[in-house]
């Protein structure tokens, strides 16, 4: 498929022969790329992504009645037509109109919690976000046809209202996923890296450094979120529950209690973040073994770094944020088994081509990575990534500089 967006001429012709009459409106939401903090968001613990250049990007026009149709500029796409008055079905996994319709359905419950019989849209879709390659197009499609409905009925919703539903809409595809995707589309900054946090959700931007380039690479293996990688990822969420119910174990009650873990609400991982004086990485290591141990200790460490990395950002000290950077590979791969060789030949060789650390980017499994590099060491990292992508033979290899961009909106068409 052709990642580029068509010029705005060609979308709007070939959305008057979709559907009859010209576009009013383009509703946009960014991929994202995550610089640290993976498979922490669904465990409530923080995450440090920056929302891209690339995007999902839907022109749109309203419609008098509930219907939904949406058509999609790759030709491998089915044409979709779904209706906003009926309970919304699931098709098969991996499907583009699942995620279209978990936008929608963010939208149908809005609508029914205001009392308002929801309108459709009329929707021509491209994108230049990468698919199955852990930059979030998938949540990008979800918010974008979010918005759009949002637009065509006037329904308004806080920021961070609208985060939390888009997570729990995309639900729908049937990926038991955390809330970072949804948010960072929503809620990207120009220019700034966004620390989220899940209890409660808040989101704090981060100037990103002018000589900082981060640097993504797809490694060309699709990480697909549908069929056994979904199951492989939703198992991977029910092991870290059963990690910390494991972990919480060996502290006795009255222990709990005396040490204000416990205060009514019950364990989080982000409680025992917040109170390092318990050690629970050591006395995971004491207490806990196997793949048990493995999960909460990529959890509660991965948790750490995204700390030290925000800070690190914040002071602009590169090397503090590689070593983090790396330690998260490390981790992901070791104790959380979800690097390949390929993206660990990617990490290695965007570091002995001078970046400042590199990490895979996303669920993993296949998919990018991501590396810190600076104006001197920019092209270098970018040669070497595409060099070894030749090697193993990716067609049309996708390596770019990430452009730290604003979130998801919806602007009328001239
Ligand atoms: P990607 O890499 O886009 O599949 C998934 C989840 C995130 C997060 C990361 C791992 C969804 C929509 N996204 O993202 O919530 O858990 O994996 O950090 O499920």
């Known amino acids: 498929m052709d990642l580029r967006h068509p010029p705005a001429s060609v979308r709007v012709d070939r959305f008057t022969e979709a559907f009859g009459a010209p576009p009013t409106h383009v509703a946009f939401a960014p991929g994202r790329v995550n610089l640290i903090g993976d498979h922490t968001d669904y465990n409530g613990l923080p995450v440090l992504p920056m929302a891209l250049q690339r995007r999902v990007e839907l022109v749109l026009r309203a419609r008098p009645d509930a219907v939904v149709r949406v058509a999609n500029a790759d030709p491998a796409a089915e044409r979709g037509t779904f209706l906003l008055s009926e309970p919304l079905e699931r098709g098969r996994p991996g499907h583009w109109l699942n995620y279209v319709k978990a936008g929608a ?66 639900r729908f595809v049937g990926t038991e996923g955390g809330g970072m995707d949804q948010a960072i589309s929503l809620g990207g900054r120009a220019g700034h890296a966004l620390r989220i946090d899940f209890e409660p959700l808040t ?15 797809h490694s060309g293996e699709r990480a697909e979120k549908s069929g056994e990688a979904q199951a492989v990822y939703n198992a991977r ?80 000290d590169a090397e503090d944020f590689g070593a983090a950077m790396d330690a998260s590979h490390a981790s992901l791969a070791d104790d959380y088994g979800v690097s390949t060789p390929r993206l660990d030949a990617l990490v290695t060789e965007a570091r002995r081509a001078g970046a400042h650390g590199a990490r895979l980017t996303g669920a993993g499994l296949g998919g990018s990575m991501v590396a810190l590099t600076d104006e001197h060491t920019e092209e270098s990292v970018r040669a070497a990534l595409l060099r070894r992508l030749r090697d193993f033979a990716v067609e049309d290899p996708v390596v770019f500089t990430a452009v730290a961009s604003d979130g998801a909106r919806v602007d009328a068409l001239l």
């Open 105 to 170: 359905g963010a939208v149908q419950t809005l609508a029914a919690e205001r009392g308002v019989a929801p309108v459709g849209v009329d929707a021509w879709v491209t994108s230049d976000v990468p698919v199955a390659a852990g930059l979030s197009s998938s949540s990008a499609l979800v918010v974008a046809t979010m918005l759009a409905l949002l637009h065509t009925n006037r329904i308004t919703c806080a920021r961070a209202e609208l985060m939390a539903r888009a997570a729990r809409a995309e």
């Open 237 to 316: 969420v029910r092991a870290c529950a059963d990690g910390l119910a494991a972990l919480t174990a060996t502290w006795t009650p009255a222990e709990r209690t005396d040490l204000g873990v416990d205060g009514g609400a019950g364990v989080t991982y982000a409680r025992l973040l917040a109170r390092p004086d318990l050690a629970p990485v050591a006395r995971a290591e004491t207490r806990l073994d196997g793949p048990t141990l493995r999960c909460v200790r990529h959890t509660l460490t991965e948790a750490q770094r995204v700390l030290a990395a925000a800070a690190a950002l914040a002071r602009g």
């Open 203 to 217: 989101l704090h931007a981060i100037p990103i450094p002018d000589t900082w380039r981060f640097v993504v690479a």
